[in-house]
């Protein structure tokens, strides 16, 4: 094929084609190169045309190459003269594109260059590491042998570890010992490229204590994409929940206050002694265990109801008598003769859990035994007009011992069956108050750091959208970043670590106020939402929380701080925008600070 033909080909390629001639000074080292050809891909991906740069030397066309970090010319020049190919990625600040290059050289003192523009990748990879390093979840990817290959900040922040010690470690060290087999399993199943998802194991942070890990795993060829979370909070309300739901079957202690009144509609339990007085004939009441009505009376006598309890004595013995007859029998009804006016009455205990808490009591029926010259006498002792009390008694109504004694008997089974029933609702009213608890608590984490008690950072994002409102405006975010937190961690512990971190948390709780929005973004970042509120106000704030810090000390080490802020104050501000100049500004302070510190 003829020369013209490939010409051609180079000329019509999309990828960038340059051939160039290095220069030597006298010493015989690279000081510049110069432009002998350029394709039309060149031209449009750098924006140089060939026929204004041919001829002339790098440093005429791009006098600022000089000023880059990287050494162009040098490192054409070592190709040049020396041979070679080489690939490479790097920036080219001149140009402002990232490029892949293959250089190479055929012949010596000149060398040729293929170039891609991978500005666009590069954007997307920074996009997709800023995506990696924020999520608040764990993500890796690691090989089939074991080892993470890329982890993002979250390990360090929830376990403690710093990237370099993650890749040099095999993940299974960090396993719990009880886990080790199961973990196996699934690295098998990886291997035999099959995802495994939600599966749940142990690790062990730097401190020594294990976290509750559940993992997403995708194999793809020799690699392991996964995403997991720190369920640690959700495994012990989990566990507390299974032992709170074993502990609500168990008897009640014996402080626990029970209120039978809570535990069985009186509406209920009023008719359904209304109906038994009614079809057995006899009178009937349920009293507390110290003999204090808890129903209304059903077919009392009038020589109960309006004689013998109208006196002092008279209820006093009733309610005594109550209390002996209401008395818990594991044997059946309790029947014995009223200690008050003699008639007969009977008695079952109503037990929860078994806890006498009520008396079913019954009676008020009379047999031949009981004569009226015995009521008299009683009615004179306790201060009752003896007459009325004679005739009142001849309206009670006379009932065999035996038939009595079956209407007890039916009446300790009801109020065996009533006790299951109040210990049911018991059991199910406990079940409901614990879940209700154990939801607020769930609903509550979801919202809030677990170590700080200061809203997370899902609520953080929830409650900025709410208040970037007009009606808000001036709003500001006021950012924090704990100085020294990895020195006390490597130095001095997690745990003390933990400690500065809550100190922080309160400081900037004491400061801001009621309505204001403080939260811990992840690992020292704090940030607070102050609606209505401009620079001048901030600086206030700023200026008593550094006092208030400059108070504290943690393990020995002073209590340090860098803050940071940004105010919106038009609606069309972009908030995300006014974040990132308040993270700015924070970091542009930690640094200047942390010179200060040096000097």
Not at 20 to 37: L, M, R, S
Not at 95 to 120: M, N, P
Not at 280 to 286: K, N
Not at 292 to 298: E, G, L
């Amino acid at each position: 094929m003829k020369d013209s033909f490939y010409k051609s080909v180079v000329e019509h390629s999309p990828v960038g084609f340059a051939y160039h001639k290095i220069v030597c000074d006298e010493a015989g080292k690279p000081c510049d190169y110069e432009f002998i050809e350029v394709n039309k891909a060149f031209e449009r991906l750098t924006g140089l045309i060939g026929a204004a740069i041919i001829g002339k030397r790098i440093t005429q066309v791009l006098p600022n190459l000089l000023e880059d970090t990287f050494d162009w010319i040098g490192f054409y020049g070592e190709i040049a003269l020396h041979g070679g190919e080489k690939e490479f990625e790097q920036f080219a600040a001149a140009l402002d594109i990232w490029c892949r290059v293959t250089a190479y050289s055929q012949e010596k003192g000149y060398f040729a260059t293929h170039f891609v523009d991978i500005s666009k990748e590069k954007k997307q990879m920074a996009e997709l590491n800023n995506f990696f390093e924020l999520n608040l979840d764990f993500l890796c990817i690691a090989d089939m042998e074991g080892y993470f290959l890329k982890t993002n900040k979250a390990w360090e922040e929830v376990l403690g570890y710093t990237h370099e010690e993650l890749t040099r470690t095999k993940y299974l060290d960090f396993v719990h010992p009880d886990d080790l087999l199961i973990t196996r399993e699934v690295m098998n199943k990886l291997n035999e490229q099959n995802p495994v998802i939600n599966f749940t194991n142990r690790y062990r942070a730097k401190d020594g204590s294990y976290r509750w890990i559940e993992w997403s795993s995708r194999p793809q060829g020799r690699l392991i994409y996964a995403a997991a979370r720190d369920i640690t909070d959700r495994k012990k309300l989990e566990q507390s929940l299974e032992k709170r739901m074993l502990e609500l079957t168990r008897p009640l202690e014996a402080e626990v206050d029970i209120n039978f009144e809570e535990l069985i509609n009186l509406e209920d339990i009023q008719k359904l002694q209304d109906e038994f007085s009614d079809a057995t004939g006899v009178a009937s009441l349920i009293t507390a265990i110290d003999g204090k009505p808890i129903t209304k009376t059903s077919n009392f006598t009038r020589l109960c109801q309006d004689v013998i309890r109208k006196t002092a004595k008279g209820s006093a013995n009733c309610q005594k008598s109550d209390m002996v007859i209401g008395a818990y029998s594991e044997e059946g009804p309790i029947i014995k003769s009223c200690l008050s006016g003699g008639l007969w009455d009977a008695g079952a205990a109503i037990t929860v859990g078994g806890r006498h808490v009520a008396n079913w009591l019954i009676g008020q029926v009379r047999d031949e035994r009981l004569k009226e010259e015995q009521l008299a006498a009683y009615a004179r002792e306790i201060g009752a007009d003896e007459t009325e009390a004679v005739r009142a008694f001849r309206e009670v109504p006379q009932m065999s011992f035996q038939q009595f004694e079956k209407i007890a008997k039916l009446l300790y089974t009801i109020a065996n069956q009533l006790s299951n029933l109040a210990f049911q609702n018991l059991l199910q009213a406990r079940f409901i108050n614990e879940k209700r608890r154990i939801e607020e608590e769930v609903l509550y984490l979801s919202y809030h750091d677990y170590l700080t008690g200061l809203y997370n950072r899902r609520y953080y994002e929830q409650a900025l959208k709410n208040l970037d409102k007009k009606e808000n405006l001036p709003l500001t975010l006021l950012m924090g970043d704990v100085n020294g937190l990895k020195l006390v961690n490597d130095t001095q512990g997690h745990l003390m670590g933990d400690e500065l971190l809550k100190k922080t948390a309160e400081v900037i709780r004491q400061v801001c106020r009621k309505d204001d929005i403080i939260a811990r973004l992840g690992g020292d970042e704090f940030i607070v939402i102050l609606p209505k509120t401009d620079g001048n106000k901030i600086d206030q704030i700023i200026a008593r929380m550094k006092k208030l810090v400059a108070k504290e000390k943690i393990g020995g080490q002073d209590l340090s701080i860098a803050f940071g802020y940004e105010t919106k104050q038009k609606e069309e501000e972009d908030i995300e925008g006014i974040f990132k100049q308040a993270e700015d500004n924070m970091y542009c302070h930690k640094r200047c600070e942390s010179t200060v510190r040096r000097r």
